[in-house]
């Protein structure tokens, strides 16, 4: 499914697409502060990883989209929705998903995660019919959490380790919303 937004078409990623996706997820500055992008990113790396996607879409894992620009139909970067089917402690029919996101260096703070980020979430609660998004960043990495308090999601606290990036143990700051959350706080964009 596509989603245009006033600068983006989002939509699904294409094997096409894996010579962007080589060249800007192989910036380490890009994949330092993502939890699997691996660096350096070697050739074929981008079509496994598009595959393996296509793959999870079709099982119902996984939701991807490609961020384009649409009027130039630029490759900027990519957003993922990884089903939880683990049972919630609360409540346990309760469908959850983990949201992923990264942009090419080029194209930072110019506000494009954030534009691709709301409409995601939109499409999560809608279509998807989800009860709950979540996302975690990086301590080190305070630009990813203006991104998620800015699309409507909400401040969950701190955790210590245990994710480990390149042999070093990462605090996460972590981010979530409920459906309810997103349609009082999503709509009105208000951080
Ligand atoms: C995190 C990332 C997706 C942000 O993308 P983006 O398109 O630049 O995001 P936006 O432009 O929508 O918003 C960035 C916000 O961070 C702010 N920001 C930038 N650097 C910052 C810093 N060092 N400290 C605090 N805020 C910062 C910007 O000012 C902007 O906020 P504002 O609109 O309130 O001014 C991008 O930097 C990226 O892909 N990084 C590498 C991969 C990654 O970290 N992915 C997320 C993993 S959780």
């Known amino acids: 499914m ?13 094997m096409s697409d894996a010579p962007d996706i080589q060249r800007l997820a192989g910036d380490r500055d890009v994949a330092s502060t993502t939890r699997d992008i691996e660096h350096p990113y ?13 793959e999870q879409s079709q099982s119902g ?19 993922t929705v990884r089903m939880d ?24 703070n110019q506000g494009y995660a954030t534009e ?24 080190r990495n305070p630009s990813s959490g203006r991104v998620m308090l800015k699309a409507g999601m909400l401040y969950e606290g701190s955790q210590l ?5 390149w042999g070093i143990v990462e605090n ?6 409920t459906r309810s959350q997103f349609e009082l706080r999503g709509s009105t964009g208000s951080p």
Not at 90 to 108: H, M, R
Not at 172 to 177: I, M
């Open 85 to 108: 089917f683990r049972p919630s402690a609360l409540v346990s029919s309760s469908k959850k998903a983990e949201l992923s996101y990264w942009v090419g260096k080029p194209y930072w």
């Open 42 to 54: 070697e050739d074929g790396m981008a079509e496994k990883w598009i595959k393996s996607c296509q």
């Open 172 to 177: 996460l700051e972590l981010y979530g919303v």
């Open 116 to 139: 691709a980020v709301k409409p995601v979430l939109h499409h999560c609660f809608t279509i998807l019919e989800l009860d709950r998004v979540y996302a975690a960043h990086f301590t």
């Open 161 to 165: 380790g245990p994710t480990v990036k």
């Open 2 to 14: 596509n989603i245009l937004t006033t600068r983006l078409l989002l939509r699904p990623l294409a």
């Open 61 to 79: 894992e996984l939701v991807h989209f490609a961020l384009t620009l649409a009027e130039a139909a630029r490759f900027l970067g990519a957003i």
